[in-house]
């Protein structure tokens, strides 16, 4: 998503000089290079500096410009937490940080560059939107929001490189703060975002040798949510998968169960999340996630059990 994300930048860029990327160290990933040798007055690295960035990004909003803070996920919403909160979120102001690398994807580079709770996290703090798209499609649509109608804090959560297609025949439209139906089904439904909705699509496709229907949807905007969307879903299903790259604690799950709760849904509701701990080890992003309890044969089973 990353090279996505410096497409669609550059793209937007040629019919919008109001547009500045700040990057903290890391602007020779994702191509963002091309944005900078096109915009050079418009493009900063701060270095090591996260502080910095969310405060500068602050300013130049306030002068009327779209900024995307734009840094590995785990940098560009915990070190400077302080800043997001005062400069950016207590003033409602516009500007976009871009978590690139979300959830466990930097599995080979250990505990301190994963996100496994940044969306609780971000969820906490008052103005401040969440956006995360399940593939490259979703993130171009979700970069023009931002640009084009957004008009307060933003989190965008992305992945990194090599994500699939899966929103190109979706049913619905992308619209911001609207759950998407991404595949038609009946039986049961998954719900998910970001690059791990793939998992959905893996089994979905393996269920129908048991002639299971798997309707699924990207809930791309996770605050706010979409509890009308929600409600429309638990009328429709019975039997609703989560499948999340995130600690089963303030993510899609705790969203989904308590909103469930308040509305009495007397339908089964099984969610696949990151456990509530550390895991001090390194690996491959399946390795990780297979250490989570979150993997494809598993949720399959689960799935059997759950129909029965």
């Not at 090591?48 to 410009?65: N, R």
């Not at 840094?71 to 976009?96: H, K």
């Not at 970001?194 to 299971?212: D, M, R, V, Y």
């Amino acid at each position: 998503m990353r090279n996505t994300f410096a497409d669609e930048i550059y793209l937007q860029s040629i019919k919008n000089k109001n547009i500045y990327v700040l990057v903290a160290d890391i602007s020779p990933a994702g191509k963002i290079n091309k944005f900078q040798k096109k915009n050079p007055n418009n493009f900063y690295n701060v270095g090591v500096s996260e502080q910095t960035m969310i405060g500068a990004s602050a300013g130049l909003a306030m002068e009327g410009k779209k900024v995307f803070a734009y840094t590995i996920s785990t940098f560009s919403l915990y070190r400077p937490f302080e800043m997001i909160r005062v400069d950016l979120c207590y003033q409602n102001l516009p500007v976009t940080i871009v978590g690139m690398g979300a959830g466990t994807i930097y599995s080979n580079l250990g505990g301190t560059h994963l996100t496994q709770e940044d969306i609780s996290v971000a969820r906490s703090v008052p103005n401040l939107n969440i956006i995360a798209p399940c593939d490259p499609l979703e993130l171009r649509e979700a970069i023009k929001f931002c640009i084009n109608k957004s008009k307060a804090p933003v989190y965008l959560r992305i992945g990194k490189t090599g994500e699939k297609i899966f929103s190109d025949k979706a049913i619905d439209k992308w619209k911001f703060g609207q759950l998407r139906k991404v595949k038609k089904g009946s039986d049961l439904c998954f719900l998910s975002f970001g690059p791990i909705i793939s998992k959905a699509f893996t089994i979905s496709e393996k269920l129908k040798s048991k002639k299971i229907s798997t309707e699924i949807y990207s809930c791309h905007t996770l605050k706010p949510f979409d509890y009308v969307g929600l409600n429309k879903v638990f009328k429709k299903f019975k039997r609703i998968i989560i499948v999340e790259d995130h600690s089963k604690i303030g993510g899609l799950a705790s969203i989904v169960k308590q909103h469930a709760f308040e509305k009495n849904f007397r339908g089964k509701i099984t969610s696949f999340s990151l456990k509530d701990k550390f895991l001090n080890c390194f690996g491959s992003q399946e390795d990780l996630l297979n250490l989570h309890g979150i993997n494809n044969e598993k949720i399959y089973k689960s799935i059997i059990n759950f129909v029965k």
